[in-house]
């Protein structure tokens, strides 16, 4: 008795199990159906017409028996089309819909919102460099909410959420940025890097090389710790300066004894008397400069060397230890100072003229408020109190940066985490071996030859680190670049 209740739960269970299995199966032929009609009519406007047409003349033509037939076999033509359509709809979708899932769970998880059809749906997601990967959803969240739960994210994620940025013309659409590997501690400049006229390379961030446009962003602040790679940003730009042949003055405190390898090419200068005098000639240089664009009607250097006969070229002045030359015991000198540095940082973008400052902090008693106004390009080490980098950034971002050399925040297209380029001039410790730095007498064509044009160097550039650099392609968004453009699909 008991046996036979045991074999009747057991076939019972058979049958449900069964049953579950067609249903699952009929579910699934369905969903095939649906994708395959739906989502292939969607695609191929034209079929659900053909179809329509076809199913209209079957009925109507019934009496004749050729056409009948005839449409009979064109409609199971165009149904196994739809079901093979289907299908292979579904297996392309099919990781997406994984994701979705996986997401969904995620964020209820977080509990970002109570309505569950506000919860951020899962677009799609692409590599943009080989460092970081830009996930895309759609939703009807805040941008301030997103911040909120940022960390529990990137708890429940496992990796480590760089940016969460918003589209500026589709505000529905907020797009994660996560890191995939880190970026390298060390990246030794080199040739390849030379950016093209007008422009500066200073390192690599999660998105690509980070370059400084000397029209856009004229004058820049490099602060940081002491050993935290200042100056060494500063000797790499004196070289991409060189190569491009500006003029370059180097001012540095420490008496240039960081700087000498370009002293057989530059003066360097670190006594005030001969300091104030090249400052004050860099003010009355901008001052003529802007009465020759006067005359032809110019607003700017690029414009005017379009238009003159002779050509004005840019002059970069360095400045390292900016706090030591604001600094003097003569309080005369340091207003002089000071009122020369204001005037160029006011006065001297359009004219060609530009002032990268290195500061250990940017201490307000040191630098003029007009002067931090004037200087929006801040590259920013790491530091451990929060103040100098709300100073510099206007957020924490520089106190949260790993202990690593080289490694700054910069603020100028957006907030960006990069890994400056170590420049070592003498590459295996022998002249021969370094990068050729012009001297004034050399011809300038040959150096010229080093530098790649600005077109050059995007194909150059992207072919030899396809992967680490940015798409020119990509349109600007925050302060990485991501195309927002595909985000409807
Ligand atoms: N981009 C980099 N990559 C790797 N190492 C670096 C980098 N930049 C600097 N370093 C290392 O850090 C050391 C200190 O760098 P640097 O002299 O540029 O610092 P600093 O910020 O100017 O310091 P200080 O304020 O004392 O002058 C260098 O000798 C170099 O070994
Ligand atoms: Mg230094």
């Not at 060397?305 to 000198?333: C, G, H, Q, S, Y």
Request: some cysteine; overall charge neutral.
């Amino acid at each position: 008795m008991a046996s036979k209740k045991m074999t009747e739960t057991k076939s019972w269970k058979f049958g449900a199990v069964i049953g579950v299995l067609i249903s699952n199966i009929i579910i699934f032929c369905f969903k095939i159906l649906w994708a395959g009609t739906g989502k292939a009519c969607k695609k191929y406007k034209p079929l659900i017409g053909i179809y329509i047409v076809l199913f209209l003349s079957w009925v109507f033509s019934w009496h004749l028996f050729y056409l009948s037939s005839l449409c009979t076999i064109l409609i199971q033509i165009i149904f196994i089309l739809i079901i093979v359509m289907g299908s292979i709809i579904l297996i392309q979708e099919y990781p997406t819909e994984k994701k979705r899932k996986y997401f969904y769970e995620l964020f209820i998880q977080t509990g970002i919102t109570k309505d569950v059809k506000k919860l951020p749906m899962f677009l799609y997601e692409n590599d943009i460099s080989e460092y970081a990967r830009l996930i895309a959803f759609y939703n009807l969240i805040p941008i301030s909410e997103w911040f909120k739960i940022k960390e529990e994210l990137e708890i429940l994620m496992d990796v480590k959420i760089i940016d969460i940025i918003q589209s500026s013309t589709h505000k529905k659409n907020t797009a994660l940025i996560i890191e995939t590997q880190p970026l390298p501690n060390y990246i030794e400049w080199d040739k390849k890097y030379h950016s093209g006229l007008d422009t500066f390379n200073i390192g690599v961030a999660y998105d690509g090389i980070i370059e400084m446009d000397l029209q856009s962003h004229a004058h820049a602040f490099i602060a940081g710790e002491t050993g935290s790679g200042k100056t060494n940003v500063l000797k790499c730009l004196i070289n991409q300066a060189l190569c491009k042949h500006y003029e370059v003055i180097l001012i540095d405190f420490k008496r240039g004894v960081s700087f000498s390898e370009f002293s057989y090419y530059i003066k360097i200068y670190y006594e005030y008397k001969e300091t104030l005098e090249v400052l004050k000639s860099m003010v009355i240089e901008t001052s003529d400069r802007l009465d020759k664009f006067r005359e032809l009607k110019v607003d700017n250097i690029i414009d005017y060397n379009k238009v003159a006969d002779t050509p004005m070229n840019r002059i970069i002045i360095f400045i390292d230890e900016l706090a030591e030359l604001l600094k003097p015991r003569d309080k005369e000198l340091a207003r002089t100072l000071t009122d020369c540095i204001e005037t160029l940082t006011r006065l001297s973008r359009a004219a060609g003229i530009h002032l990268l400052m290195g500061i250990q902090r940017p201490d307000s008693t040191i630098i003029s408020g007009q002067i931090k106004n004037n200087v929006a390009y801040r590259i920013c080490g790491r530091f451990v109190d929060k103040e100098p980098s709300r100073i510099m950034l206007g957020n924490d971002s520089a106190s949260t940066l790993p202990n690593i050399k080289g490694r700054f925040m910069i603020k100028g297209n957006g907030l960006n985490e990069v890994q400056c380029f170590y420049f070592n001039s003498y590459g295996n410790g022998t002249k021969e071996a370094s990068e050729p730095i012009p001297s004034p007498s050399e011809n300038l064509d040959e150096a010229h030859e080093a530098i790649p044009s600005p077109s050059e160097k995007s194909n150059e550039a992207q072919e030899t680190n396809s992967s680490t650099l940015k798409n020119s392609d990509e349109a600007q968004e925050s302060g990485f670049n991501f195309n927002f453009s595909d985000i409807e699909k």
